[in-house]
Nanobody
Framework: QVQLEESGGGLAQAGGSLRLSCAASGRTSSTYAMGWFRQAPGKEREFVAA????????YYAGSVKGRCTISRDNAKNTVYLQMNSLKPEDTAVYYCAARYSLERITMAAMWDYWGQGTQVTVSS
């Protein structure tokens, strides 16, 4: 089992930046990919970004590509999501997720472990 805990959410102005963190605990000796999803009120959970165990491969949703950077520090069992040029439409609860492969990464149902989420609110 892997436990995930997000932090770093909050209120930001449009054009600003936030950095989300996700700390993993539990079975962290296993190799696993990490990802971020988000869910706005009344909408389905959507893929934001993912990163392979080594960090050598990263994937982004088109809506955030060029504005967000996912990274990880395996020594700290932590993955980060740096979000720049924030837009009001980025407002959502952001969830950290983990899994053991990177097949069909945009499908939330394919991910094995989830954090509780952290709220990001972007004001215009």
């Amino acid at each position: 089992q892997v436990q995930l805990e997000e932090s770093g959410g909050g209120l930001a102005q449009a054009g600003g930046s936030l950095r989300l963190s996700c700390a993993a605990s539990g079975r962290t000796s296993s190799t696993y990919a990490m990802g971020w999803f988000r869910q706005a009120p009344g909408k389905e959970r959507e893929f934001v970004a993912a990163i392979s165990w080594s960090g050598g491969n990263t994937y982004y949703a088109g809506s955030v590509k060029g504005r967000c950077t996912i990274s990880r520090d395996n020594a700290k069992n932590t993955v980060y999501l740096q979000m720049n040029s924030l837009k009001p439409e980025d407002t959502a609860v952001y969830y950290c997720a983990a899994r053991y492969s990177l097949e069909r990464i945009t499908m939330a149902a394919m991910w094995d472990y989830w954090g509780q989420g952290t709220q990001v609110t972007v004001s215009s």
